[in-house]
């Protein structure tokens, strides 16, 4: 008998209704994630100085680079929970999620090494201003150190929502975003840890997120909780859920090694231009969190209408998506560059001249923000693409991005232009969006007909 199905069933309804749905309480956890990093740099730059504001935006490409090798990974490991869950295979999602839990700390063992062995020399390559140098190794290290707590969080979240539960790591990430609030003002305002505060609040506010999630996780969805039997090492499923999650956590990779240059480029000019990028994309990463959101809700509707070997439903959604993304996209453009750069000098002591700053952000904002659209299509086609089994073909969309952002950067700093430093992310974006079209529609007409070619032959051998 099969199991019954205790979440969102994201085979059946209305796509564009469950999509939206899904979407919006996703989205509410993601900018509340944002907010706290936003009051992380909110109490350093009031707490602390200018210089130690710089130096947490300074990192922020290098906390991409391990946030998205490492969310990939355990985000492709919990697409193959998605796959059996539409499947209804209740056995295959217990062996997925024990399995999932050991590659994970694995790879957290492996970033962290990675990080306290080669932080330094990075930041030296990066062009990291002098004055901000030890404000930014001391944050980013520490980060590195505690980054299990981050993948542990983020393994349980994407657990659940594989099984088409969102409300849940909602809840979660609102506890995690105001313990991290807590600490903040705690270490940095009253016992004047600086950066070093900041980094800690992250890393322990997300640690003690994971508590509540295992609790859930064993108590209300059995579906998702493993037996003693079940944490067994299974080669079948850790080589389904390698397959899946090494070309995801390598294409976030790519594009986040991209996002290093980049920053490098950005890094030739002086620290009002890095503080300046840093404020703004501060604002910029909430509304660019409805695009990563998008991509979460794709990865959970794709794996299980893959799983229910209903790719027609798969194109209504990515159809449905792209719909609901015209609107957003206009909507974000018009706030990002007529009502963020009235809010900059929230980051600032009031001693701080904010007007230094407002020439440096305007054009970060403005190239960017006339660009979304095509930063959700690539969140919508990378991660359906993926979910339906070819996350390696998805490591070309990184390529191209990263090839995109390498020619602009290198070019801007060639000529010292400050203009074209921030056409890397669009340049990047543009290239990669066509791409994404492209490849999708050869993958889906050949997963219909692997489909066709399997129910002929079926039907042939009754």
Not at 277 to 290: E, L, N, R, V
Request: glycine fraction near 6%.
């Amino acid at each position: 008998m099969s199991p019954k199905r205790t979440d969102t069933d994201m085979t059946k309804g209305n796509p564009m209704s469950i999509i939206l749905k899904f979407t919006m309480t996703l989205l509410l956890g993601n900018i509340a994630q944002q907010l706290y990093n936003i009051a992380d740099t909110i109490i350093v730059g009031r707490c602390v100085n200018p210089e130690a504001l710089a130096a947490v935006g300074s990192t922020g490409t290098i906390m991409f680079l391990m946030f998205g090798t490492s969310n990939g990974m355990v985000s492709g490991f919990s697409i193959l929970t998605s796959q059996r869950y539409g499947a209804m295979d209740l056995k295959g999602v217990k062996a997925s999620v024990t399995n999932g839990f050991y590659l994970s700390m694995i790879v957290a063992a492996l970033i962290t090494t990675a990080g306290l062995l080669f932080m330094r020399p990075l930041l030296v390559l990066m062009n990291t201003p002098e004055d901000i140098f030890d404000y930014a190794y001391t944050y980013i290290i520490t980060i590195c150190a505690g980054i299990v707590c981050i993948i542990l969080y983020n393994y349980c979240a994407s657990l659940m929502r594989a099984v088409g539960n969102s409300k849940m790591p909602l809840i979660f990430l609102l506890f995690s975003a105001a313990t991290n609030v807590g600490l903040d003002l705690l270490l940095i305002k009253n016992f004047r840890m600086g950066t070093y505060g900041a980094a800690l609040a992250t890393v322990v506010s997300q640690g003690l997120a994971v508590i509540p999630c295992i609790i859930y996780i064993y108590a209300k969805m059995p579906i998702l909780r493993p037996a003693k039997a079940d944490w067994k090492f299974d080669p079948k499923t850790i080589k389904q859920q390698l397959r899946l999650g090494i070309p995801m956590a390598i294409q976030y990779g790519i594009t986040a090694s991209g996002t290093v240059i980049m920053q490098s480029a950005f890094n030739s000019f002086d620290s009002i231009a890095v503080g300046a990028i840093t404020t703004a994309s501060k604002f910029q990463g909430i509304i660019t969190q409805g695009m990563f959101t998008i991509g979460q809700t794709m990865a959970a509707y794709a794996g299980q209408n893959y799983g229910a070997r209903n790719m027609k439903r798969i194109r209504e959604g990515v159809k449905a998506a792209l719909k609901i993304y015209i609107v957003y996209s206009l909507v974000s453009a018009l706030v990002a560059i007529f009502i963020i750069p009235k809010f900059l000098w929230i980051f600032f002591d009031p001693d701080v001249d904010v007007s230094v700053y407002i020439p440096w952000a305007m054009p970060y904002l403005i190239e960017l923000a006339v660009c979304y659209f095509f930063l959700s299509m690539i969140f919508i086609y990378r991660h359906t693409i993926q979910s339906v089994g070819y996350a390696s073909v998805a490591m070309i969309l990184g390529l191209v991005e990263l090839g995109a952002r390498m020619i602009t950067s290198f070019y801007s700093i060639a000529v010292h232009n400050y203009y074209i430093a921030v056409a890397s992310d669009p340049f990047a974006w543009i290239a990669a969006a066509t791409a994404c079209v492209i490849i999708s529609r050869v993958i889906f007409k050949r997963i219909e007909k692997k489909f066709a070619d399997e129910d002929a032959a079926k039907a042939g051998s009754v």
